[in-house]
């Protein structure tokens, strides 16, 4: 494995598995249902030959995001070293993830907006400008990674959807579908895999309207992989990973604020905010560091993941929130 020596400032890799780690205490028989289920369909197969934005990648680099400071993980490691509980609780879930049918793939937008609707993604691919911008990734679990996504900011959705003044969160939700996705079959026995789908994340108008907020329908030049969240999901480098959610079918302007899937899971790990900073430790482990994927490193963790310039401002008032869990 990449730790070879562990050092009093590095976690055991059983350590870094916090949604598993967890799994095994509360769900043991339903996980092990879960992490066997697999589909059959080969690696890779020629998904870029039928999807039809395939010709739109690659897209041309913003300056501001042309440099993560450490080099792009290669795309072997990013498309196989995965979270995405809908196909299985490990991380090597891409071969399950073949399975995801990504056309059609529609979209609906509702809750606080002038009028609610349904747009299909290649329509909406059609109503945006792409970009690329090279992201620095840092998982709750202590590990990062170095991402060129393609997309578009989340503001540029935000206008579409023409959002009402009694919007104050936009959640997100993934799509629910256990003959495509194992991982939300009910398990082995018959028993509930107990997980509060959809996966469900969301952020608030300001942070939506932060230019950071990405919509990733790309990486590495061609259509986002099937593993990595396809066809559209969102990245947020400054918080923890769990709140970029993979995989979107509908996008909802709400006046409450919305309980992601592992805020409904274990409240008291998985917050809100989640915002990356290396003083806060999860109730189970530092957040000091983090193992580099692709690397034998493991370097210090950065204060929003390093992307403080842009975000800082956003949480200058909320003292009295939880906001780096
Ligand atoms: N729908 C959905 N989105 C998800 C997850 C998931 O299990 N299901 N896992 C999250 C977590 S914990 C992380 S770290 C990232 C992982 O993205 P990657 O597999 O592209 O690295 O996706 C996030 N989005
Ligand atoms: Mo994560």
Not at 30 to 58: F, K, N
Not at 144 to 149: A, C, I
Request: net charge neutral; hydrophobic share 40%.
């Amino acid at each position: 494995m990449l730790i070879k020596k562990i050092h009093g400032w590095e976690i055991p890799e059983h350590m870094v598995t916090p949604e598993k780690v967890f799994l095994n205490r509360r769900q043991f028989v339903a996980a092990l249902g879960v992490g066997a289920a697999t589909t059959g369909i080969g690696l890779g197969q020629a998904r870029a030959e039928v999807d039809p934005s395939a010709s739109m990648y690659p897209v041309a680099t913003n300056s501001l995001f042309k440099d993560a400071g450490r080099p792009v993980t290669p795309k072997e490691i990013n498309t196989t070293y995965n979270n995405f509980y809908e196909f299985g609780t490990s991380k090597s879930i891409s071969s399950a993830a073949e399975a995801l049918k990504t056309r059609p793939w529609e979209i609906r937008i509702d809750g606080e907006v002038e009028k609610s609707f349904t747009i299909g993604i290649d329509d909406l691919l059609k109503k945006v400008k792409l970009e690329e911008r090279i992201y620095r990734h840092r998982c709750v679990e202590a590990w990062s990674m170095v991402v060129p996504w393609s997309g578009f900011p989340l503001q540029q959705l935000v206008e579409l959807a023409k959002p009402m003044s009694s919007a104050a969160f936009v959640r997100f939700e993934t799509f629910v579908d256990p003959e495509m996705a194992p991982g939300q079959k009910p398990s082995l026995f018959g028993l509930s895999s107990g997980l509060p789908w959809p996966y469900v994340e969301g952020v608030t108008m300001a942070e939506a309207r932060n230019d950071l907020s990405f919509m990733v329908t790309g990486a590495y030049g061609a259509p986002v992989p099937n593993s990595m969240g396809a066809p559209i999901r969102l990245h947020l480098p400054w918080k923890y990973g769990f709140k970029s959610i993979k995989s979107i079918v509908r996008v909802s302007f709400t006046k409450e604020r919305p309980v992601g899937f592992w805020e409904q899971l274990q409240k008291n790990e998985y917050g809100f905010w989640a915002n990356v900073n290396p003083e806060v430790a999860h109730p189970r482990w530092s957040q000091a560091s983090e193992r580099v994927l692709g690397t034998r490193e493991r370097i210090p963790t950065q204060l929003f993941n390093g992307y403080g310039e842009f975000v800082a401002d956003l949480y200058k008032d909320l003292k009295d929130e939880v906001l780096y869990r």
